[in-house]
């Protein structure tokens, strides 16, 4: 079996996050003083995790296309979806993506992390087995200590010392914006069948992570198939780390 951890966090706060105007790969926004002060306190609360693989937008803020309202006022896409006869959250404007696209682009992204994590453990088992002669794993996959945020959690063993520890074959951070990874938790909860924690609310499974709002995740590929991969989040939008920032700072959920 092939283990991986996946940390997803949302890009920083930008300006046009505040004043809620709608940006995607048309625009890149750089990060407002507010957004900047975020990622700092994200980057605090994962100081001592230790990533294999770490994948970010190709834009300053950390992309998803909203066509003709590209740049425009949140206001100004709810009018076009009302003068369409739809509802904001599932219209897509003239040369937009629809959710369909979006959640096919999320679908084809992790299935390259999956079989990325796949190919990592088919290495490390090929070396273990050569500099031990055994099929144990353990001594050859990436084991961590004290680091993870998420220590309550079942996958995680405490040795006689109090320290937590979790094996995995890798640990991937992956840097993204709001609409998209609501689409790829959707995608994970719906087609993959993702264990969800039992106090996780319905409208908290629904909404917009807060600007650097961490989502932890881990996914086992029972004989390293990324047909059918076992995911179970460990948090959602997690951003307790925002505390001594401000309360401003936890309020923004446009895209």
């Known amino acids: 079996m092939v283990r991986f951890g996946l940390t997803v966090v949302r890009h920083g706060e930008t300006r046009y996050n505040k004043d809620k105007i709608l940006q995607g790969q048309g625009i890149d926004e750089p990060l407002s003083p507010t957004g900047f002060r975020q990622a700092d306190a994200a980057g605090l609360f994962l100081s001592n995790v230790k990533f294999t693989h770490v994948f970010s937008s190709d834009l300053l803020r950390a992309k998803q296309k909203y066509g003709v309202a590209e740049g425009r006022p949140l206001t100004d896409l709810k009018a076009m979806a009302k003068a369409a006869g739809q509802q904001c959250p599932t219209f897509t404007p003239a040369g937009g993506e629809t959710l369909d696209e979006v959640r096919e682009r999320a679908r084809d992204f992790f299935e390259f992390l999956c079989q990325l994590a796949a190919d990592v453990g ?12 055994a099929t144990n794993r353990s001594s050859g996959m990436y084991e961590e200590e004290s680091v993870f945020p998420w220590t309550d959690h079942c996958e995680f063993s405490s040795d006689n010392d109090g320290t937590s520890k979790l094996l995995l074959d890798a640990n991937i951070l992956v840097v993204s914006h709001g609409a998209y990874m609501r689409n790829w938790v959707g995608y994970f909860v719906s087609d993959l ?20 709002g961490v989502s932890h995740f881990i996914i086992k590929l029972e004989n390293r198939s990324v047909l059918k991969p076992e995911i179970i989040c460990v948090c959602l939008n997690q951003d307790s780390h925002l505390v001594d920032v401000g309360a401003e700072c936890v309020a923004s959920k446009m895209f």
């Open 193 to 212: 069948k993702c264990t969800l924690p039992a106090n996780l609310t319905k409208t908290q499974l629904s909404s917009v992570s807060p600007n650097t």
């Open 122 to 133: 088919q290495i490390r088992e090929k070396k273990d087995q050569e500099m031990h002669g």
